[in-house]
């Protein structure tokens, strides 16, 4: 299913620095052929499957096609929630069945989910990342069976989740905030409310002045708070999880 389909892989984790992100790094490398491994991301939202889900269509909508993108923000490891393979337009990704792959597959024009019963003789209880989502992927890639079963997209973790949310989902090293709010069709004559300020458009960082706080639509697609040579989340006193407030443009619309 994927051995002809896939030419790179991506990791996306919420692993941080640690020791975790070598170890996928050296399995993969002995064992799915010369396919180039990238560290896409690997500082999603901690435990918090519901808000990278908003994050993972942005990072992948301008990335090349025939990628599997090995995704986990897992905080119920072993636990008893499914594995999941999703085929969104020509991108394939494997990770928990926690709402976090929905939304991407939700966005694409073709779209498929599989449930994957296959496990390895042994599975840690605290490591699937390592244990059952490389391996799965390891498989699939090399042929071999996963126990793949057609599930309905509806039947998914999150199928219920609004397409956007008026709440920071990611905080950059700048300090920039990233929002669940997509800036396509977004008017630029909103305010935002966030932190006790009332936040204007600009549309590149030289139009406000040093130490200002305002709303741009950032490379990704998301509207984005930041401050121009300053830290947003100190300024505006937020964290990702926290809400935002929309404010009516100057039409009222």
């Not at 993969?28 to 560290?39: F, K, T």
């Not at 042994?122 to 059952?132: A, I, P, T, V």
């Not at 390891?138 to 509806?154: M, T, W, Y």
Request: glycine residues 10%; hydrophobic residues 45%.
């Amino acid at each position: 299913m994927l051995r002809d389909d896939v030419e790179r892989i991506a990791l996306l984790t919420d692993f941080g620095v640690g020791p975790y992100v070598g170890q996928l790094h050296l399995l993969l490398a002995s064992q799915a052929g010369d396919r180039p491994v990238v560290d896409l991301i690997h500082d999603l939202p901690p435990f918090r499957p519901d808000l990278a889900a908003y994050l993972l269509p942005a990072l992948l909508r301008d990335l090349p096609p025939a990628c599997l993108h090995l995704c986990v923000v897992d905080p119920g490891v072993g636990g008893r929630r499914d594995a999941l393979l999703v085929r969104a337009d020509r991108h394939w990704l494997i990770g928990p069945d926690n709402g976090l792959l929905t939304l991407v597959a939700r966005g694409a024009k073709q779209r498929r989910a599989w449930r994957l019963d296959w496990r390895p003789p042994w599975l840690s209880d605290s490591f699937h990342g390592r244990d059952l989502f490389v391996p799965l992927a390891v498989r699939a890639l090399c042929g071999e069976p996963i126990g793949a079963e057609p599930v309905d997209l509806e039947s998914l973790a999150g199928a219920a989740w609004p397409e956007e949310r008026a709440q920071i989902i990611y905080q950059d090293h700048y300090g920039n905030l990233m929002t669940a709010l997509r800036a396509e069709g977004f008017s630029t004559r909103r305010r935002i409310r966030a932190g006790g300020q009332t936040l204007r458009h600009a549309r590149t960082f030289c139009e406000v002045p040093p130490g200002e706080a305002f709303w741009y639509a950032n490379a990704f697609g998301l509207v984005e708070l930041a401050v121009n040579q300053g830290r947003a989340a100190e300024v505006l006193g937020l964290d990702v999880g926290d809400p935002v407030e929309v404010l009516a443009d100057a039409s009222g619309g």
